[in-house]
Each structure stands twice: as structure tokens, then as C-alpha cells.
């Protein structure tokens, strides 16, 4: 059999190359060929004209929108999240086998169709959840490069110029200075440089988050209403909730408005005048008139919160954001306290700094944790763990919680919980020490330029140690535990491969 298959993650990053190599391994271990197209954040290499016409099968393990999802229309579909093709490629193999034989199986058009056998049911694809979800995190997945860009610049320009950068006059320095020549002997300069080109490109955030949810939902013709209503929200300070609700109002429309039955002479200009014309104007309208003010409203009341968080309410959101961060390192619940933090960044208020440094800090704990047990205790660790323990040193500074994944699904009862406590310590300690982040990725490589960097490392460092500590703990606990009696099939988990066959076949 011959699969294509598309990985997708968020950022781009770990999960949608994790997730290739998992499903070339299950196929390969399947006796299929498999061709994996990874849409990551350093581009992809499209699936070929040949390459596609020869499948028998279509893969997608994606959490967001796939893009030209048309080239794969005539072929049988699997389309699960990410994680599920990391941590189940062998399942999704087989489920494809299925599906694959049941479309060869049919009869030629305009023959009869055959029965359906009872209680059969058609494969289920993504439920409304997970629609909704994958529109969201295309446009957060499109908005995380700006950030990274812009925050790193605004960082680098109160390095080399002070925080005076941003004082408020009848304008801000950096735009004085700016304004008045630029001067190459003048480090300040240059800062101000740094800072301006940052600003410009944090401008983008909110009409880029709505543009790529309103593409994601309803391709290109959707684009134009949704940056145009995100533009608004900035324009209206509806900020970053005003840009969620400018591209979910976007995309839906143009949904709707794609399904119209128009005269053949309007089809052909349907997607590129009438719809973009029609949506854009029905979108703003709703931005500027009804909806753009009382969000203002909700994202001013929003950020003085995060400006008057201090004592225990800091600390308790921390300790809140580490659980979260840790609990499944990139599914949902990690991308849900990620995407809450990234949204602040928008505001630059000093509450969504501190955040957006404990959620890095506490991101980095799971595979550091990992690598550092797997160095304390080797011997509670396989072979293939410890390999994978000397990778996520790397994988844990460059803040990529998913180098814990191995560990959490070979052991999640022991592993899970322990990293949760060890990032729960992080954040709350992050917010109690006040570091302070503008960047949304990169680890110890960004420390340069935060807030308190040592106050970040010290809750790094304490709540790896605490994680570490536990896991080995629970791990020595339960191998020392004496072992109930079993039927001779019943083998413990650290017997070895030898053993586990005479077992099978005593059995």
C-alpha cells in the first residue's frame, strides 16, 4: 500500500516532526511505503503530482487547518492530532490499511451499491471542538514568528538603550530619535532602531491572528475580512480578543456566503470581488458598531488585572500556568496557558511579562527533569531512554516540552505527576522572583534579555530538581514494591525480551 501523509503542529516545530517520524516507522514497520509532507515553521516539501495519484491513502496529524487539503480530495482520509501519530503511528497504519480496502472494495460508479453490514459506520472525522480548535491555533501558529521577532527586537532595544526607550513625551524617544536621522556611532541609536522595527512588527499581531483563523476556516476569500476586522480591533483597542472575534465572524461568513447558488456569470467572480467586497464591509461594520467597544472594554479590564497581580494571586496563577504547561507538554491544556501568555505579549503591560516568563520557565522543567533522572538513576531507565535523556538536555533548554513525551507515555502514573509538581514550583516561583519575558520561544538562548534572569534560572533549576527528585522516587518505589502472584504469562515490566518469550511460550 502507498500512503501520503501531512504533519502539522502549532509551532512547527517539535510535534510535527516527531509525528512524520512516527508514522515512517509504523508504515516501514507495515510493509508500506509512506510519503510525509511535515508543514512545520521551516517550510514543507509538497507531496508530488505522482506521489499522490499512485496513493491508495491519506494521513493527516495535524492541529491545524492542512493547507491545499484539495490535492488530497479522492483519497480515502485518517485525520486525527498530532500527538496521536507520535504516540499511536502503528494504530493510524492500520486504521488507513482499513480504510484503504473498504474504498477498493466499492463498486465502479453507476454499478449498485453494496450492502452496508449492520452496525457498521462511516469513519468519523473531527468533531466541532476540534474544528474550533484547529482554526485557533492556525492563526496562533501564524502570529508565533512575529512575536518572536518583534519581542526579541523591543528586548535587544532596552538592552542597548534602557527602559527610557518607551517613555511616553509627546512621542516616544525611539521614535524621536528615529524621526531626527539615525546616528550609526550611537549604541542608543541603535536600540531605538531595534526597538522601532520590533513595535512595527508587534503591530501585526492581532490582524494576522484574525486573518489566518478566518483563512484556516474558510480559505483565501476569507483572508481580506479577517485582517481587515483584526486591523480594527487594534484600531478600536479590542485588542486580542477583538481579533479572536473578528476571525471566527470572518471565516464563518464567508462559510456561509461560499454556499450561496449564484447566475454562472458571477461564479468565476464570486471568490476574488463579490465575497471579499460583501464580508469585508459586513465584518467591519460589526467591528466598529457593535462589538469593537465592549471588548475594549473586557482587554482593558483584562490587562489592569494582570498589571495588579502581586503576592499570593501571582503566585497561585503561576503555580496554576506551570501545572498546565506540564500536564500534556503540547496538547491542549500546555497550548491552551501557551496561547493565553502569547495573547499578552500584545498588551506589553509588566503582569503579561511576568506570564509569559513563568510559562517558559515552567515549559522548560518536563525534559530537563527527564534528562537529568536519567543521569541520577540510570539504572531505572532502558537503554532507549537514556538515549533519549542525552537529547532532551538540548530539547529542555531550547524550551520544547515535547523532549518528555518518550518518558510520559512509557510511564505517565509516575512521570506526569511529577513533572506537574516540578512546573507548578517553577511558575509560581517565576512570578514571585519577577522575571519578566517579551519572547514567546527560545529558553536559556533568550535569557540575555529578560527581566531578572537570575530570578528565571533559580526557578528553572528548582523546579527541575523538585521533578527530578519525585520521579525517581516514584520509580524506585514501585520497582522495589514485591511483586504480586501472577499467571506465567503475567510478566513484570522489567523483565527482558528473553524472558518475556519464554513466558509467551510456556503460556
Not at 104 to 127: E, L, Q
Not at 318 to 346: E, I, Q
Not at 402 to 421: K, L, Q, T, W, Y
Request: aromatic share 6%.
Amino acid at each position: 500500500m502507498k500512503i501520503v501523509a501531512v504533519t502539522a503542529c502549532p509551532t512547527g516545530i517539535a510535534h510535527t516532526y516527531m509525528a512524520a517520524e512516527a508514522l515512517e516507522a509504523a508504515a516501514e514497520e507495515s510493509g508500506h511505503t509512506i510519503a510525509v509532507e511535515t508543514q512545520g515553521s521551516a517550510g514543507s516539501t509538497p507531496l508530488t503530482a505522482e506521489q499522490l495519484a499512485e496513493a491508495d491513502v491519506a494521513i493527516f496529524a495535524a492541529d491545524v487547518e492542512v493547507r491545499d487539503k484539495g490535492r488530497f480530495a479522492h483519497l480515502p482520509l485518517v485525520s486525527v492530532g498530532v500527538k496521536k501519530a507520535i504516540s499511536g503511528g502503528d494504530l493510524l497504519v492500520a486504521q488507513a490499511e482499513e480504510l484503504a480496502a473498504a474504498a477498493s472494495a466499492r463498486p465502479p460508479a453507476g454499478s449498485a451499491p453494496a450492502a452496508v453490514p449492520t452496525g457498521a459506520k462511516a469513519p468519523a472525522g473531527p468533531g466541532a471542538a476540534s474544528k474550533v480548535r484547529a482554526w485557533l491555533m492556525t492563526g496562533v501558529s501564524h502570529v508565533i514568528p512575529f512575536v518572536a521577532a518583534g519581542g526579541l527586537l523591543i528586548a535587544l532595544g532596552f538592552a542597548l538603550a534602557g527602559y527610557q526607550i518607551n517613555l511616553p513625551d509627546d512621542s516616544p524617544l525611539y521614535e524621536q530619535m528615529l524621526s531626527g536621522g539615525f546616528d550609526a556611532g550611537s549604541v542608543t541609536a541603535w536600540g531605538a532602531l531595534a526597538f522601532g522595527i520590533g513595535t512595527a512588527a508587534f503591530n501585526f499581531l492581532v490582524p494576522v491572528l484574525a486573518g489566518y483563523i478566518a483563512y484556516a476556516m474558510a480559505d483565501r476569500p476569507a483572508l481580506v475580512p479577517g485582517f481587515v476586522g483584526g486591523a480594527i480591533a487594534v484600531t478600536t483597542h479590542a485588542g486580542f480578543l477583538g481579533g479572536l472575534v473578528a476571525g471566527f465572524v470572518a471565516g464563518g461568513l464567508v462559510m456561509w456566503m461560499r454556499t450561496w447558488r449564484v447566475p454562472r456569470a458571477l461564479a468565476g467572480i464570486m471568490p476574488v470581488l463579490v465575497i471579499p467586497l460583501l464580508s469585508t464591509a459586513a465584518v467591519g461594520l460589526l467591528m466598529y458598531v457593535v462589538v469593537g467597544r465592549p471588548i475594549a472594554a473586557i482587554t482593558e479590564g483584562l490587562t489592569n488585572w494582570l498589571n495588579g497581580l502581586s503576592g499570593t494571586n501571582a503566585v497561585l496563577l503561576g503555580l496554576l500556568l506551570g501545572l498546565m504547561m506540564c500536564f500534556d507538554m503540547g496538547g491542549p491544556v500546555n497550548k491552551a496557558a501557551y496561547t493565553f501568555a502569547v495573547a499578552g505579549l500584545s498588551t506589553g503591560s509588566g503582569g503579561a511579562l511576568t506570564i509569559m516568563a513563568a510559562v517558559m520557565a515552567a515549559g522548560m522543567v518536563p525534559p530537563l527533569a527527564m534528562a537529568l533522572a536519567t543521569v541520577v538513576r540510570k539504572s531505572l531507565f532502558s537503554d532507549v531512554e537514556r538515549e533519549n535523556g542525552r537529547a532532551a538536555w538540548l530539547l529542555g533548554a531550547s524550551f520544547i516540552s515535547e523532549g518528555a513525551i518518550p518518558f510520559a507515555a512509557a510511564d505517565p502514573f509516575r512521570v506526569i505527576p511529577s513533572i506537574m509538581v516540578g512546573g507548578a514550583v517553577t511558575g509560581a516561583l517565576s512570578m514571585t522572583l519577577g522575571a519578566t519575558l517579551r519572547a514567546p520561544h527560545g529558553g536559556v538562548f533568550v535569557v540575555p534579555l529578560m527581566g531578572n534572569p537570575l530570578g528565571f534560572l533559580v526557578a528553572v533549576v528548582a523546579g527541575t530538581l523538585v521533578a527530578t527528585a519525585l520521579v525517581v522516587a516514584l520509580k524506585t518505589f514501585a520497582r522495589r514494591r514485591p511483586a504480586t502472584p501472577a499467571a506465567p504469562a503475567d510478566i513484570s515490566a522489567t523483565a527482558s525480551a528473553t524472558e518475556r518469550e519464554t513466558a509467551g511460550a510456556t503460556a
